[in-house]
């Protein structure tokens, strides 16, 4: 008998979890499973790659073939790449037993989407913006489904819970059955207070305790012991340059690497420049359709692209095991983004580094990482001025500066500021953690 058995998981879910080569269940998965499947509303906190969505996929599933009728669970996540990773791992499960699994996130065919809702299927997953334009716009043909779901999941909750998803939120649970009528879980890899403080909000009379499993504190192993944290001290006008360097040294020219910044307009200026510079490149951004979206991150995951360029739709719950280097070209503004981007790489036990860039304007930045992870970053040595100037600096300026040319050929940027100024709003700031509630949904 397998441990996940011993859990109390279905047999048909275990042969499942076999064939994918999972067969001992993680922490994560020994605390919350049994819990989950006694009734217990979830909060659980745990690193990135500990296999949280196994932990509330496997008693959801357990329990759905058991009564398989109408929506079952609703699982929401603030990016779509992330809601179209756990959709596949729920099809990839389900496969024997013929589960529906509906994927509701922004870029998609609205009116495909309302049919796929009206068609009841067993699993939702979806990004609270659009299923929120679904609430608000759709009839109750389309809606009337998540008025009986048993699941509600919110991954990466510590995300959700901000006041950029508030309103959505707000809207989706509307429809939505009460706290004392569904199973609430939460998950996330780090759990904050907006997260612990739905303790008495979740708890209802008849209903089992509110079950915490909060595994791993920050300050112990939110970074894990196989994972090198580094520092480059730069100035901030030659940042391409070292970046290119820094990809091409002869330790990392083969590989694969995820380099994060903060705009949306810089991720499109270093593809372009990279590309020019004959790195097979990919980016992911909010600025990008859907389907490109999609094929940048296939690319990336099948080997065409070895480096991937994004802003922090990448950071969040993304499993791409074979990432061995992230460089964080800009400094994000909080420390736990830090974290969840680090977490990219040293993945299960996989060794891994991180090479930040900071300038004179990211110090204080730093510093308070290194509080956060009560961790110091320690200075990459393996490039030098003199390899910048010889190697790097003239040839990054100048792809740099055919990048700009071509963007402003193409009116990069043009349909975003439209939809700005539509809206009435006025020119982000440069340093907003998302730069528009389009960048999660």
């Known amino acids: 008998m397998s441990r996940f058995e011993d859990l109390g998981v279905s047999k048909w879910l275990c042969e ?4 994918m080569r999972i067969q001992t269940p993680t922490n994560i998965q020994t605390a919350c499973i049994p819990k989950i499947l006694k009734g217990h509303d979830c909060i659980g906190g745990a690193k990135t790659g500990s296999g949280k969505t196994i932990a509330f996929g496997a008693p959801m599933l357990t329990k759905w073939s058991e009564d398989p009728s109408g929506i079952f669970g609703v699982i929401l996540t603030p990016t779509r790449e992330l809601a179209l990773q756990i959709a596949e791992q729920f099809a990839a499960l389900g496969a024997t037993v013929n589960l529906k699994v509906a994927v509701i996130v922004g870029g998609e065919d609205i009116v495909a989407q309302a049919l796929k809702l009206q068609s009841r299927p067993h699993f939702i997953v979806a990004t609270p913006g659009r299923l929120a334009h679904h609430i608000l716009s759709s009839g109750e043909d389309t809606i009337g489904g998540l008025r009986r779901v048993k699941y509600l999941v919110l991954d990466e909750a510590d995300r959700l819970l901000t006041e950029t998803f508030s309103s959505d939120l707000q809207r ?6 009460s ?4 199973q609430t879980l939460l998950f996330t890899a780090t759990v904050t207070d907006a997260v612990r403080s739905l303790k008495d909000r979740t708890s209802s009379k008849g209903k089992p305790e509110l079950f915490i499993a909060e595994l791993d504190k920050v300050d112990e192993v939110a970074i894990p012991s196989t994972l090198a944290i580094w520092y480059i001290f730069i100035p901030s006008y030659v940042k391409e340059a070292y970046l290119h360097n820094v990809l091409t040294l002869e330790e990392n020219k083969d590989s694969t690497a995820i380099v994060f910044v903060n705009r949306t307009h810089t991720a499109e200026v270093l593809r372009r420049t990279l590309r020019k510079l004959d790195i097979r490149v990919a980016s992911l951004h909010s600025e990008m359709p859907q389907a490109e979206r999609t094929n940048s991150l296939h690319r990336f995951r099948a080997g065409a692209a070895r480096v991937l360029i994004a802003t922090d739709v990448a950071s969040r719950g993304l499993d791409i095991p074979t990432v061995e280097l992230v460089i964080n070209y800009d400094i994000p503004a909080d420390a736990d983004d830090y974290i969840h981007r680090v977490g990219r790489t ?3 036990g996989r060794k891994g580094e991180s090479v930040s860039f900071v300038t004179e304007k990211d110090v204080h930045r730093i510093l308070a990482i290194e509080e956060r992870i009560n961790k110091k970053m320690v200075e990459y040595e393996k490039v030098t001025d003199n390899q910048i100037i010889k190697d790097s600096l003239q040839k990054t300026s100048n792809a740099k500066r055919e990048a700009l040319l071509d963007m402003e050929r193409e ?9 700005r100024k539509k809206k009435g709003l006025g020119k982000p700031k440069k340093d907003r953690k998302f730069k528009s509630k389009t960048e999660l949904d």
Do not use: I, W
């Open 172 to 177: 989706c649970f509307s429809v939505l059955p």
């Open 411 to 419: 009116n990069f940027g043009e349909h975003k500021e439209a939809q």
């Open 179 to 182: 706290p004392a009528e569904r």
């Open 16 to 19: 499942a979890l076999g064939s």
């Open 346 to 348: 040293a993945r299960a």
